[in-house]
């Protein structure tokens, strides 16, 4: 495998036509009583794209993104953006142990910057050294600066199946995995397909099209079960209309989102304000240069559209599994509070092999992003005992 170190590069031509689309957002009318009862509201929107077009530097972002270290392989016949950050050795005790994280939509490989440190340099938040992880963070296909798969056929298997090519190519034969949305999906496809390999995932999502199997010698739903798929799909009744576009037309709207950076703003943003821990008030967990990094990095790399792609590859393939199919290594579940999706445990384990269950304090959707040391001791107390058997 050919690894090339990597570094962002954005063309100033580039961030000036942004700007001058940004000034020239045509805006529609709204209920003004009604401030994000159907969609983003415009006045919010307003602020932020004055801030995205006049304010926030992407020249900033992008020198401190290029110092993490970042590179591109090809894999499977595609190029992958990863970064590869290697944990502190301690003086005394194990070397770091792998750990390959997958972000999901609209997130990218920008929402672990904060949860990196907690992982790779524990003694530096306090945390016991020989804890460290080397930690791989690939970007999907279609998403940011990996290549855009120019057929259909990349589902979450066929992923799971590149990040196992990747990890032998960077030397790592056995591993950890861990993902939250479609990331969580990835993770799930990986111990499913190289049970051999993955010595546990950690999961803090649950995938919508996850379904356990069913049979006469399974036992009954249980009220929480019922509860829990009733409560999904009234969710998807009043809050899936994105998700259902994007496992079924996704293309049509990807023509406005990329052309588009405030309809591309308005479709992300709202996911984040409904998605996260913040009563309403985004600002209290992400500034919005965080917001508007991963806006640009959407944008830079034209990637809204190949990105929605992968629901319909998902819709076309989901999580399903056989009667008496079980993923066989071991699973940690960290269910933060304000995640969109609650399931009870032995939803999780009909399945699954639960070996750690923690019901967060606080955090959403987004808990790297919004909780990075929980959901950093939560990782590390899950494969401590793994990295050593």
Not at 90 to 99: A, R
Not at 219 to 240: C, I, L, M
Not at 280 to 295: F, K, Q, R, Y
Request: glycine share 6%; hydrophobic share 40%; proline share 9%.
């Amino acid at each position: 495998m050919q690894i090339a170190p990597f570094q962002i590069d954005i063309p100033d031509a580039q961030i000036d036509a942004l700007s001058v689309r940004l000034r020239d957002t045509r805006w529609p009318d709204q209920y003004d009583s009604m401030p994000w009862a159907i969609g983003t509201d415009r006045a919010y929107l307003q602020a932020l794209v004055q801030h995205w077009a006049s304010v926030y530097d992407w020249r900033a972002a992008q020198r401190t993104l290029n110092v993490q270290p970042q590179f591109t392989a090809t894999v499977g016949g595609l190029r992958i953006h990863f970064l590869h950050r290697r944990g502190v050795v301690p003086k005394h005790g194990p070397k770091p142990y792998p750990l390959v994280i997958t972000h999901g939509w609209p997130g990218s490989f920008i929402e672990f910057l904060a949860l990196l440190p907690h992982l790779c340099d524990p003694a530096s938040v306090g945390a016991d050294p020989a804890d460290a992880f080397d930690v791989v963070v690939p970007s999907m296909p279609g998403f940011g600066f990996s290549q855009r798969p120019a057929a259909p056929g990349t589902s979450v298997f066929a992923i799971a199946d590149l990040w196992a090519e990747l990890m032998s190519g960077l030397g790592y034969e056995r591993f950890g995995a861990q993902g939250g949305d479609l990331g969580a999906a990835v993770s799930i496809a990986l111990a499913s397909r190289h049970a051999a390999r993955v010595d546990g995932i950690h999961l803090n999502y649950l995938p919508s099209s996850y379904a356990p199997p069913q049979t006469p010698d399974d036992a009954p739903f249980t009220q929480a079960e019922r509860e829990f798929v009733a409560a999904k799909v009234a969710w998807a009744d009043s809050e899936g209309a994105y998700a259902h576009q994007h496992s079924t037309k996704p293309q049509t709207l990807a023509y406005a989102l990329n052309d588009s950076p405030a309809g591309l703003a308005a479709w992300i943003v709202e996911k984040f304000r409904a998605w996260s821990d913040c009563g309403g008030n985004l600002e209290s967990v992400l500034t919005w240069d965080d917001l508007l990094t991963n806006l640009s990095l959407y944008w830079h790399t034209q990637t809204i559209g190949s990105s929605m792609r992968l629901y319909w590859e998902t819709r076309l393939r989901p999580l399903r599994f056989a009667p008496g199919e079980r993923v066989r290594p071991p699973v940690a579940f960290a269910r933060f509070p304000k995640e969109i999706s609650q399931p009870p445990r032995s939803w999780v384990e009909r399945a699954f092999s639960v070996l750690q269950w923690t019901d967060m304090p606080r955090g959403g959707h987004f808990a790297a992003m919004e909780q990075p040391a929980l959901l950093a001791e939560d990782i590390r107390r899950f494969f401590r005992p793994l990295r050593r058997s």
